[in-house]
């Protein structure tokens, strides 16, 4: 069965600094892997996915990840927080025929100005 | 394209009710997810539809929990004498056939039972 684990459930950076939320993940094959956003009162967004091609996988609003099979991570990176990233960041690993997403606790991210 | 679409967005009900929620997806979206999230939490996957058959369900879905689609467009998630243990947020997506690992998420429906 896969699994992720998300290692920090708050982070805290100031506006304008990089930030780096941290994901393990398990999976008895090859995975595939995603970062979903979710802003208060709003849907799960996708930020980005890797699915077995290039291992630095650029998403939107200037994230990117980079799937690093030795230490089975996908760190989700941003060289430049803005006040408008602040929310909540999920790490998620499907099964192979996509039927199901595995979601890890979650990541609370906090900027201050 | 218009987004995934679920009503309502709050229900607040009482211990014994029963309780239904409609999800929407994007026209032509092919797969439909059901997930709960409870606060905190990540989202649990609960069941998915290809077109009008439902192809797979968790052990979260209870036998007071049933799910239809049944036209392979809309889908209604029902659940039979709420318990408080229900009360989570419940959201639903869909993917289209050539990017089925793309899922698009609703808003969800927060439901409260008192």
């Known amino acids: 069965a896969q699994s992720v684990t998300q290692l920090d459930s708050h982070v805290s950076v100031s506006e304008g600094t990089p930030v780096l939320l941290r994901c393990n993940y398990s999976?008895?094959?090859?995975?595939?892997l995603f970062w979903y956003v979710q802003h208060p009162n709003k849907g799960l967004q996708l930020l980005l996915k890797?699915?077995?091609?290039?291992?630095l996988v650029k998403g939107i609003n200037g994230f990117e990840a980079e799937f690093k099979k030795s230490e089975t991570s996908f760190h989700l990176t941003k060289p430049s927080a803005h006040m408008s990233d602040a929310a909540e960041y999920f790490c998620?690993?499907?099964?192979?025929?996509?039927?199901?997403?595995?979601f890890g606790t979650g990541t609370r991210l906090l900027v201050s100005p | 394209d218009t987004g995934v679409s679920q009503d309502p967005r709050h229900k607040i009900t009482k211990r014994g009710q029963n309780v239904t929620f409609r999800c929407d997806p994007i026209?032509?979206?092919?797969?439909l997810y059901w997930y709960r999230q409870t606060l905190g939490q990540g989202p649990e996957f609960l069941t998915y539809?290809?077109?009008?058959?439902?192809?797979?369900k968790s052990r979260l879905l209870s036998d007071r929990f049933s799910a239809e689609r049944p036209k392979g467009s809309f889908s209604t998630l029902e659940i039979q004498r709420t318990e408080q243990g229900d009360s989570a947020m419940y959201l639903c997506?869909?993917?289209?056939?050539?990017?089925?690992?793309?899922?698009?998420f609703g808003p969800g429906t927060r439901l409260l039972v008192l």
């Open positions: 997506a869909s993917s289209r056939r050539l990017d089925q690992e793309t899922q698009y």
């Open positions: 999976s008895s094959y090859s995975p595939s």
């Open positions: 890797y699915t077995s091609a290039a291992t």
């Open positions: 998620v690993v499907s099964n192979t025929g996509f039927q199901k997403l595995v």
């Open positions: 026209s032509e979206h092919n797969r």
């Open positions: 539809f290809q077109n009008e058959a439902q192809l797979e």
